[in-house]
């Protein structure tokens, strides 16, 4: 089994900033893509930045103030999170797409979710 846990998010004054992490645990044999998504009170569960094969992509709402980056050998995944603005409210998720063994297909695992608020 694989299991996804998010730390560090909180509460946040608009224009500051918060760092996300995300460690991965369990049988894993390769971390495929990774990726932040949020879903905000009453909307659907959005991506916000991905990384795959070297590749970063971000939501357009996001680009010039998220970063997000990954440590292989740790099996971390970090997003960092800068000028946050209160529509960066919301409860933001880990995704992580694991090959647990050699021979196994890649399938997506998900975190529980960390809160992340700012206030205007």
């Known amino acids: 089994q694989v299991q996804l846990v998010e730390s560090g998010g909180g509460l946040v004054q608009a224009g500051g900033s918060l760092s996300l992490s995300c460690a991965a645990s369990g049988r894993i044999f390769k971390i495929n893509g990774t990726g932040w998504y949020r879903q905000a009170p009453g909307k659907q569960r959005e991506l916000v930045a991905a990384s795959r094969g070297g590749s970063t992509n971000y939501a357009d709402s996001v680009k010039g103030r998220f970063t997000i980056s990954r440590d292989n050998a740790k099996k971390m995944v970090y997003l960092q999170m800068n000028s946050l603005k209160p529509e960066d409210t919301a409860v933001y998720y880990c995704?992580?797409?694991?090959?647990?063994?050699?021979?196994?297909?890649?399938?997506?695992?998900w975190g529980q979710g960390t809160q992340v608020t700012v206030s205007s």
């Open positions: 995704n992580a797409d694991v090959s647990p063994t050699l021979y196994s297909d890649s399938r997506p695992y």
